[in-house]
């Protein structure tokens, strides 16, 4: 039986604005126990930060984490599924991108959700497969 995105997803998505300095946006991830953010502009979600975004984008090339805006090293391709896909769909669709994470979306494609690769990594194998 094929395992649903909402049985695997995090439900737990944090937004914060474009213009929030790099190190308060690893305070955050570190506070709620999570490794991203999807940025905002106004109302608008506008990409996603990682933490390995912070450190590969911004610390490696020597940027202040204090005066870098996560907006400066945010991917921007936002890429949904539903949550009623299956996990097989949103792996392969994460696979066709090369990305390691997918906002899940309802049907009527608000934000429920976030699935990653660890989370589905996570996922309890069956004694069938």
Do not use: H, W
Not at 6 to 21: G, H, I, S
Not at 49 to 71: F, H, N, Q, S, W
Not at 116 to 126: G, N, Q, R, Y
């Amino acid at each position: 039986m094929a395992r649903l995105v909402a049985d695997a997803m995090t439900r737990q998505v944090v937004y914060l604005p474009d213009d929030t300095p790099l190190d308060e946006a690893a305070q955050a991830m570190r506070d709620r126990g999570i490794g991203d953010v999807v940025v905002t502009r106004g109302p608008t979600m506008s990409g996603i930060v990682t933490d390995r975004d912070i450190v590969v984008r911004a610390i490696a090339e020597g940027l202040p984490p204090a005066k870098t805006t996560i907006g400066a090293v945010a991917s921007r391709e936002l890429v949904m599924v539903e949550q009623s896909a299956t996990v097989e769909d949103a792996v392969q669709a994460m696979r066709v991108r090369g990305i390691r994470r997918v906002l899940v979306c309802d049907a009527d494609r608000n934000v429920v959700g976030l699935l990653s690769l660890s989370d589905v990594a996570l996922l309890p194998t069956s004694a069938a497969a």
